[in-house]
């Protein structure tokens, strides 16, 4: 009971450390209006978020007649129509594809232990 009596008084008698120099007060105006970003391409605003949309581009137009507006650009298509699906001229899908060379190499008996023990079974 007693020490809780003494951390109440500390708690109470703790000043901060840090001071603050005049009164706080907040601004009594900020100015809100919008402004174009410096790094702007154009140096303009846009008119409206709709004109704003119609020219903006995300992985391609985001505004493609094209696409049905209850689907997305993939989802709304079947695969076939999607063009083929063969790799280009030095592209490979798997690595298996590539040179010899260059293929996954199958693991050792010994290095598959040596995983399993931590490595204890290349000392024992």
Do not use: C
Not at 15 to 38: C, Q, W, Y
Request: aromatic content about 8%; hydrophobic content about 35%; proline content about 10%.
């Amino acid at each position: 009971m007693r020490v809780t009596g003494v951390l109440r008084q500390a708690a109470a008698a703790r000043t901060p450390l840090i001071r603050f120099v005049g009164k706080r007060a907040t601004p009594e105006s900020t100015d809100n209006a919008p402004r174009v970003h410096p790094a702007s391409p154009t140096n303009e605003l846009p008119d409206s978020f709709m004109k704003y949309r119609s020219r903006a581009q995300q992985h391609g137009p985001l505004n493609s007649p094209s696409r049905s507006p209850s689907y997305g650009f993939i989802g709304g298509f079947s695969g076939a129509s999607l063009g083929p699906v063969q790799p280009k001229q030095g592209e490979y899908f798997d690595r298996n594809d590539l040179p010899a060379r260059f293929r996954r190499v199958p693991w050792t008996q010994a290095e598959i232990e040596a995983v399993e023990t931590g490595g204890a079974s290349l000392f024992a």
